[in-house]
């Protein structure tokens, strides 16, 4: 009898089964949600189903063969798992939605265009090697950093100690407020690379080489800043890059995450038949859809018009036909109020600004901006980052979240400060 042949698979292979695995299982669990829990409860603020039909269901199920590329033509870890997120908060909602009510497709076509040159090896940038500071002089510059962008805060607005504060209530929404009336150009661009990088990457840096006075300045800065600004994604930010830090490796943090957010969506769903709306009405509705409706409402509303940024950076140059700016357009039609802000991500945001033709080049120059992040060889601990740099471009256009949620901060950082770190060996300060 011969002798049986040995078969190994090795470990970026067989995550990447699982996570394919966990992306349809994920998709179903969507579809299903959408149906008997987004459309029963929420069909008020104008999502609906029109039944499915066996031409959408073949298109669904080819778009998502496809957009599983990055698997066959062997990405990187941390490409591939870029490429997972954004199947996972700007595909599979849209996708649903269009199944359901018969939408536009353009959408769902950039996305899939993205994902393709996410996964298009000819756009892979050589490995880069910067000149980057020992372990000591990182955490040293980390500190100097944190210190100094607090101090501009800590002068121009107030101090709010209250217990009030921290259970959420109307104070919030005071101090936000109070801060808007100051009109301080400056702090409003410091905030997000201060709480969406700098504090979150003190964070990470403290849990990967053990620095526990590290950890311990950036959580009091972190609390300072909300006693400062009442922003409760300062938390958010935090929470998720410690959770990836600590947990390290793309290959244990992806389908992690995925386990986890199947398992909230199925208690999700066993709550609802018990009359619970909240944990898929925050976790699946606000997160996923509602981002995805807002999507296909741009396209509805702004149908054969082309903006060319006149209502912002552009406005000098091009004239702007309303009053109002799209965000609040669109809240005051299909929302009620002028108020809502209701933004869009970096895709439907360049698709009324510069059409489909136009919206290429931005696809381009944000997969060659992951693309120059993989080149700089960084820990993946840091992955967290990136995963919030990947949720900013979900509600925000492509140069709002470069210049005011630290987009830019975060790519100097990762060049200047974090690059070469993945093969750096952890050491206590």
């Not at 969507?30 to 189903?49: A, C, K, L, P």
């Not at 393709?116 to 880069?128: A, Q």
């Not at 500071?133 to 107030?158: D, K």
């Not at 060889?377 to 979900?394: M, P, R, S």
Request: proline share 3%; hydrophobic share 55%; net charge neutral.
């Amino acid at each position: 009898m011969g002798k049986a042949k040995e078969y190994i698979v090795k470990l970026n292979d067989f995550t990447g089964i699982i996570e394919f695995l966990l992306g349809g299982i994920i998709f179903l669990l969507f579809n299903y949600v959408y149906v008997s829990f987004i459309v029963e409860h929420y069909d008020y603020m104008g999502f609906s189903t029109n039944g499915l039909n066996f031409v959408d269901v073949f298109v669904a199920i080819a778009v998502f063969i496809v957009s599983n590329v990055h698997y066959v033509t062997k990405q990187s870890r941390f490409i591939r798992a870029i490429c997972t997120l954004v199947q996972l908060f700007f595909l599979f909602p849209n996708l649903v939605i269009w199944m359901h009510m018969d939408l536009p497709f353009m959408v769902i076509m950039c996305i899939l265009i993205f994902i393709v040159l996410m996964s298009w090896n000819g756009l892979n940038l050589p490995k880069i090697q910067t000149t980057i500071l020992s372990v000591n002089e990182q955490g040293l510059v980390l500190v100097l950093l944190g210190v100094l962008f607090f101090v501009p805060f800590a002068i121009g607005y107030n101090f709010h100690f209250s217990s009030n504060l921290f259970k959420l209530g109307e104070i919030i929404y005071e101090i936000r407020e109070e801060n808007q009336q100051s009109k301080n150009s400056l702090l409003a661009y410091l905030l997000s690379p201060y709480v969406k990088v700098l504090i979150p990457l003190m964070i990470a840096y403290s849990v990967i080489y053990k620095s526990y006075i590290l950890t311990g300045l950036g959580f009091v800065l972190m609390l300072l800043m909300f006693t400062l600004t009442a922003h409760k994604s300062i938390f958010f930010s935090a929470i998720v890059v410690l959770g990836f830090a600590s947990l390290r490796k793309i290959n244990v943090q992806l389908p992690l995450m995925m386990v986890g957010l199947s398992c909230i969506i199925i208690l999700g769903i066993l709550a609802s038949w018990n009359g619970e709306l909240l944990i898929n009405s925050i976790v699946v509705r606000r997160v996923f859809f509602v981002p995805a409706y807002l999507n296909f409402a741009y396209m509805e509303l702004f149908t054969d018009e082309l903006f060319y940024y006149g209502y912002s950076f552009m406005k000098w140059f091009v004239e702007y036909p309303y009053n109002l700016e799209p965000a609040k357009l669109i809240g005051e039609a299909y929302f009620g109020s002028a108020s809502v802000n209701a933004n869009n991500g970096f895709i439907c945001d360049a698709l009324v600004n510069l059409g489909f033709v136009g919206t290429i080049p931005i696809l381009v120059l944000v997969t060659l901006v992951f693309k120059l992040i993989d080149s700089l060889q960084i820990n993946e601990a840091y992955f967290g980052l990136f995963f919030l740099f990947v949720f900013t471009l979900l509600s925000s256009g492509l140069f709002t979240t470069l210049l005011s949620h630290g987009g830019f901060f975060l790519i100097i950082v990762s060049v200047f400060l974090i690059s070469n770190t993945s093969t750096k060996h952890s050491k206590q300060l």
